[in-house]
């Protein structure tokens, strides 16, 4: 009698790409045994032509060496969708050929009675993902120019693709914005929770609706069909049918308080009407938290800051002691903005401060301290401007199962007026 004692092979996941592995088969001088490969879609491996086939085939009857040891390869090919293999070594029995195992201090004499048998296959599962793709986009709802979106284009998203298993892969961010008309300052610099995502779907993709009206409270609680990834301080954004309540603050209501055994969520404002067993809601988590509770990744942000361009006009005659400067342009600009050390010819205030404008009335600029000009003079400022630059890095800390999409709420961090 002969043992197959071992078969070894990485069972790490595979990457999309096409990558071999080593197995290898330990057992007894002699011994006898197969091996087969198959894919989730029952093709085939063949090891003669390292490729899947719809037709079954194995490496058939392999006679042990003389070492105890047989190493073969396994090219796994490039995939499009995840995929899994099944590593299939059978012990041939009819060759006197079993899985097993001598305890030890067991002579060869006192095989038959001590050796520790399995069942003549032996399988090993690897699997085999897709990459998956983060990505970072950037947006705002500002409605403060006639009614659309103040920004022109925005940049280009930026993403973040890697194998599943991969861990802190960063991505540099530069993004460049602008208005076409009116003018923003900053808010505050960026963080974390500015990145938003909009859940309309479980993590298992299951449509989240109404599953029950409250009686007592019809407005404000809900049980769900799923509740599976939401979390307390998410917003609701929509319920289909109706048009939201805001809350005190002028948002959208948000989660304050959730049970997950019955699948209940509370809101903070009542929405004044009962909402029909089946309605649909969608919500909005924040930052590297909701992306985890969806989709089982977590993303970190290091030196993200925003800068706005400084403005440049030109004087279009001469001044002399005056508080009133003619431009060639106020685009940009907006009272309270502050004139830069870059213009030369400027006369501080009575305290020694750099003059700032105090009203703009066409294209005079009125200034908070007299100034003489000659005419073509280049003045700059800073505190306003049509253009920002975002900057910083994103990492991937750890991959889920899924890509995602998360934006930059711009509003966040730059005020139009």
């Known amino acids: 009698m002969k043992l197959i004692r071992n078969f070894i092979i990485d069972t790490s996941n595979l990457v999309s ?41 194995r490496l058939l009857h392999k006679v ?19 995929d899994q293999y099944s ?28 050796t520790k048998y399995s069942s003549s296959l032996k399988s090993k599962t690897i699997y085999q993902y897709i990459d998956l793709t983060a990505t970072f986009s950037l947006g705002s ?69 109404l599953d029950e009206v409250n009686a007592d409270y019809p407005g404000t609680v809900f049980k769900l069909n799923d509740i599976t990834g939401l979390l307390v301080n998410m917003e609701v954004t929509t319920i289909s049918g109706i048009t939201l309540v805001k809350n005190a603050s002028g948002g959208n209501p948000i989660i304050t308080a959730i049970d997950g055994p019955t699948n209940t969520i509370t809101i903070d404002v009542d929405q004044g009407e009962e909402i029909s067993v089946g309605t649909g809601f969608i919500f909005k988590g924040f930052g590297s938290e909701a992306i985890k509770a969806f989709y ?19 004087t279009t005659s001469a001044v002399s002691s005056s508080t009133t400067v003619p431009v060639t342009s106020v685009d940009g600009l907006i009272h309270g903005d502050v004139v830069s050390a870059a213009s030369i010819s400027i006369n501080t205030s009575s305290t020694g401060t750099a003059p700032t404008i105090s009203s703009i009335m066409g294209l005079d600029l009125t200034m908070s301290a007299a100034q003489t000009l000659e005419d073509g003079e280049t003045i700059t400022f800073t505190g306003s401007s049509r253009t920002a630059t975002i900057t910083g890095t994103v990492t991937l800390n750890s991959n889920g199962t899924k890509n995602f999409t998360t934006t930059f709420n711009l509003d966040k961090i730059l005020t139009v007026s």
Request: aromatic residues 10%.
């Open 87 to 114: 590593i299939n070594v059978w012990a041939e029995p009819h060759f006197d050929t079993y899985h097993g195992y001598i305890s030890r201090g067991v002579t060869d004499s006192d095989v038959d009675t001590n």
């Open 17 to 57: 790409t096409q990558t071999t592995r080593s197995l290898t088969v330990y057992g007894d001088p002699g011994a006898v045994f197969s091996i087969e490969v198959t894919n989730e879609d029952t093709s085939y491996y063949n090891f003669d032509t390292t490729s899947f086939q719809s037709t079954k085939t």
């Open 141 to 209: 709802s500002d409605i403060t120019c006639a009614g659309s979106s103040c920004y022109n284009t925005m940049p280009s998203n930026a993403t973040i693709t890697t194998s599943r298993d991969a861990t802190n892969t960063s991505v540099a961010i530069s993004w460049e914005v602008s208005l076409s008309d009116n003018r923003f300052v900053i808010a505050r610099q960026p963080i974390i929770t500015d990145f938003e995502t909009t859940i309309d779907a479980t993590p298992t993709g299951l449509e989240i609706l």
């Open 64 to 82: 042990m060496n003389s070492s105890g040891e047989y190493t073969t390869d396994i090219l796994f090919p490039t995939v499009t969708d995840d």
């Open 296 to 314: 089982g990744a977590e993303f970190s942000i290091s030196d993200f800051k925003v800068v706005i361009s400084d403005v440049t006009t030109t």
